[in-house]
């Protein structure tokens, strides 16, 4: 069974930055492309960032172009994602998402980590 | 970057309703199209992709059409536990991916 735990979210002040996890489990992690989506409260979702299997690949929106780096450890099959100069309106439920086999859609999602930007 | 129109925002049916959901593209998207089902506090969860190919495991009432930059996702008899909010997402090309507004579908 395909498993996504992310961990991380939390409180933290504008200007801040915090280091959010997705562990994998139930497939071949190295095999697969992964993605940050994103979903402030009450609003719709936003894709964040995308990386390939071997990290040879890499796509960030422009709202957190030069602030969020996403990464892997296809070792621990684990996914990062680095996320620094963080303002309010970056609040949200962070979700990791798989890339599926058939396509560029997102085939398993975790069940997401809250991030709360505020002083 | 392509934008997504998905409407209507919100809708109100009845169990055993037709109900019809459209999202628009700013440019031709080839059917690179998914459909996502979200209930309150829970993850979205895959229903469709290549515009009409429905996941494994997915009911049979989910159906998704359309071509160019026009689909639709087509729940045929409403059920209890399909009242949620749909989003519609492209995945044309390379990224940025951009989803519908998302569309809430209630119970009448």
């Known amino acids: 069974e395909v498993q996504l735990v992310e961990s991380g979210g939390g409180l933290v002040q504008p200007g801040g930055s915090l280091r959010l996890s997705c562990a994998a489990s139930?497939?071949?992690?190295?095999?697969?492309?992964m993605n940050w989506v994103r979903q402030a409260p009450g609003k719709g979702l936003e894709w964040v960032s995308y990386?390939?299997?071997?990290?040879?690949?890499?796509y960030s929106a422009d709202s957190v172009k030069g602030r969020f780096t996403i990464s892997r450890d296809n070792a621990k099959n684990s996914l990062y994602l680095q996320m620094n100069s963080l303002r309010d309106e970056d609040t949200a439920v962070y979700y990791c998402?798989?890339?599926?086999?058939?396509?560029?859609?997102?085939?398993?999602w975790g069940q997401g980590t809250l991030v709360t930007v505020s002083s | 970057d392509i934008q997504m129109t998905q409407s209507p925002s919100s809708l109100s049916a009845s169990v055993g309703d037709r109900v019809t959901i459209t999202c628009r593209a700013s440019?031709?998207?080839?059917?690179?199209l998914a459909w996502y089902q979200q209930k309150p506090g829970k993850a979205p969860k895959l229903l469709l992709y290549?515009?009409?190919r429905l996941e494994s495991g997915v009911p049979s009432r989910f159906s998704g059409s359309g071509s160019g930059t026009d689909y639709t996702l087509t729940i045929s008899s409403l059920q209890p536990e399909d009242f949620a909010t749909y989003y519609c997402?492209?995945?044309?090309?390379?990224?940025?991916?951009?989803f519908g507004q998302g569309t809430k579908v209630e119970i009448k």
């Open positions: 998402a798989k890339v599926a086999s058939s396509g560029w859609h997102f085939d398993y």
């Open positions: 139930g497939f071949t992690f190295s095999s697969y492309s």
């Open positions: 990386i390939s299997s071997s990290s040879s690949t890499i």
């Open positions: 440019q031709g998207i080839r059917n690179s």
């Open positions: 290549a515009a009409s």
């Open positions: 997402q492209q995945y044309y090309s390379t990224p940025p991916w951009t």
